[in-house]
């Protein structure tokens, strides 16, 4: 029986199509600066082939081109909450508790906050503020031992197989992958797949309408 329900927050609650356009803006800008001649379009191409290869696009594609150079700090400029996101949060947390394992700084509070939505969760783990980050599963197992539950009776929500499907699926919990920002392009392992694939936040309600019936 599911009892809690665990979320990403990038690309899984919050939109960064956006905020992913500022960044990549901001990377060829500075490699510019390097007299390293990239468009932006190019970048994104590289982000996106690595991607595939299920490698961080945001660190692979930077030390692709300057890999001898600190990388551009991202920041949440241009971030958004889907649409979908209190909607499905509403329903949701009517039937099960709700948490957050992400790999955010604690500024994200105060955009959650902004947002309406903090008071949702009943456990928000940020990899700042525990010293632990997303794949290690330690910061997911810190997120069980908290909300004291057992994985089996746990799903996990990400967009990411690397960073949210498979530490999650290692640990017993259940998986759901959304197929949202750069995270979308990687390919599965099919011994290790997620239990449920949706295009967006909005078809979340319905996997958890199966799982009660």
């Known amino acids: ?20 356009g500022y960044y990549i803006d901001k990377c060829v800008k ?9 468009s932006s ?24 081109f300057a890999p001898t150079e600190p990388r551009p700090l991202w920041t949440n400029e241009g971030v958004s909450l889907y649409p979908e996101t209190i909607d499905a949060l509403e329903k949701l947390s009517q039937n099960y508790r709700l ?4 790999n955010q700084s604690s500024s994200v509070r105060d955009l959650l906050k902004e947002w309406g939505i903090e008071s949702y969760f ?20 810190l997120a069980l031992q908290k909300a004291n539950i057992p994985a089996d009776r746990v799903v996990y929500v990400g967009d990411r197989y690397d960073n949210d499907i498979l530490p999650a699926k290692s640990l017993g919990m259940w998986t759901v992958r959304i197929l949202t920002g750069f995270g979308k392009h990687a390919r599965e392992n099919e011994k290790l797949k997620s239990d449920w694939v949706i295009p967006s936040l909005q078809e979340i309600t319905n996997i958890f309408e199966q799982t009660k019936n």
């Open 1 to 20: 029986m599911i009892e809690w329900i665990f979320f990403d927050l990038g690309s899984t609650l919050l939109d960064e199509e956006a905020a992913y």
């Open 30 to 38: 500075k490699l510019e600066s390097l007299d390293i001649e990239v």
């Open 99 to 102: 948490g957050i394992i992400a």
């Open 122 to 141: 009943q456990l928000i783990i940020l990899s700042e503020e525990v010293g632990l980050s997303k794949p290690d599963t330690t910061i997911f197992t």
């Open 41 to 64: 379009d190019s970048y994104k191409k590289k982000m996106v082939e690595y991607a595939h290869k299920s490698l961080d696009p945001i660190r692979a594609t930077w030390h692709y």
